[in-house]
């Protein structure tokens, strides 16, 4: 209180970032908002991030081809900025069992 600032442009978020795991997340920009999509994924699903403050974002994920449930979710996410200005990994709490604190790191590439 007060939020602050995105530490860059939301355009500058934007990009390929890549988790051994659960394999590449693009970011871009779809109506002024940050979005990604895995459509190519057998986990389909779509991510629209809303900025809360700094780096944080809650991202809200939509999969309706989930095995055995429908998957919509409010997850907590970051980025981690380098000191060039650039983002570097972003992390998203898509591991419940793993705690809202915990995140799969995803870094760009």
Do not use: C
């Not at 693009?26 to 900025?51: E, G, P």
């Not at 972003?90 to 069992?97: D, K, N």
């Amino acid at each position: 209180s007060p939020p602050l600032p995105a530490t860059l442009p939301l355009a500058n978020y934007t990009g390929t970032y890549f988790h051994p795991a659960y394999r590449n997340l693009t970011i871009y920009m779809k109506d002024d908002i940050l979005h990604a999509d895995r459509l190519d994924a057998s986990w389909q699903i779509v991510v629209d991030f809303k900025h809360v403050s700094g780096d944080y974002f809650m991202a809200f994920a939509d999969s309706v081809n989930a095995p055995g449930f429908i998957f919509k979710g409010a997850l907590p996410a970051e980025f981690k900025v380098g000191s060039d200005g650039v983002s570097k990994s972003i992390g998203i709490a898509l591991e419940g069992e793993m705690g809202l604190d915990a995140r799969i790191w995803f870094e760009r590439i």
